[in-house]
């Protein structure tokens, strides 16, 4: 499956859950034209996440990422996406105050995962000018810990299975309520039996950069 169709069927999936579980929502991805969609300033602007979503009173950001598997570091298995657009989202965060969560769907496990960006912990990044001769991710990258993401739930009455086709993806933690949280483990949905780690404050330049992880969703420019 290529990396562009493996990202716009997690896009499907997450709409679909989105929609299942009650919110309104607005995917922004409709409206790229070829491009990002971008929240402008007056000088610059910041790659908006795919979708905006709302219900009884919050609003949430949710950025989709479609990836093959995890990859180990130091046994560790870890995702990475574009450090770039990783500052991008929590700025357009920090501007509206809405809180932007991460959805990544694995292929390899038919899981969704989710996070918090400000309770999903940065393990590591690597940055493109410090490895000009190895460079197998195209741009700097961020990366987390798949332990750091919730597990969350996919509603099985549903998701678009007539979308999915023959080569539909596999899923796992299926659930056959009705009314699953959109956002588990949070204040937006069930109340939290275990915690996340607080991101902190995380400097966007030096660090350690070296890692294994790779960014399997299409790049937004």
């Known amino acids: ?6 990202g716009r069927k997690a896009e499907a999936l997450v709409e679909a859950q989105v929609s299942a579980s009650g919110w309104r929502y607005i995917a922004d991805r409709q409206f790229r034209d070829g491009r990002a969609p971008m929240i402008q300033g007056d000088e610059d602007g910041n790659i908006r996440p795919d979708f905006s979503v709302s219900k009884a009173g919050d609003s ?3 950025e989709v990422k479609g990836k093959t598997d995890s990859h180990p570091h130091g046994g560790v298995e870890r995702h990475g996406i574009d450090l770039p657009n990783w500052q991008h989202y929590n700025q357009v965060a920090s501007h509206s105050g809405m809180p932007c969560w991460l959805f990544v769907y694995e292929k390899s496990t038919g899981c969704l995962l989710c996070a918090d960006l400000n309770d999903l912990p940065v393990v590591d990044k690597r940055i493109k ?3 000009p001769d190895d460079d197998p991710y195209g741009g700097p990258m961020v990366f987390f810990n798949r332990s750091d993401f919730h597990v969350k739930p996919i509603d099985q009455s549903h998701y678009p299975d007539q979308f999915f ?3 539909k993806l596999p899923l796992q933690n299926v659930s056959d309520e ?3 949280p959109l956002f588990p483990n949070s204040d937006l949905g069930d109340q939290p039996d275990t915690s996340n780690h607080r991101l902190g404050d995380f400097a966007t330049d030096g660090g350690d950069t070296h890692s294994d992880a790779t ?3 299409t790049r937004e420019p």
Do not use: A, N
């Open 1 to 6: 499956m290529k990396d562009s169709e493996l």
């Open 60 to 62: 949430v950001w949710i």
């Open 129 to 131: 000018d410090e490895y």
């Open 165 to 167: 086709g023959q080569g």
């Open 178 to 180: 009705t009314d699953v």
């Open 215 to 217: 960014d399997d969703d």
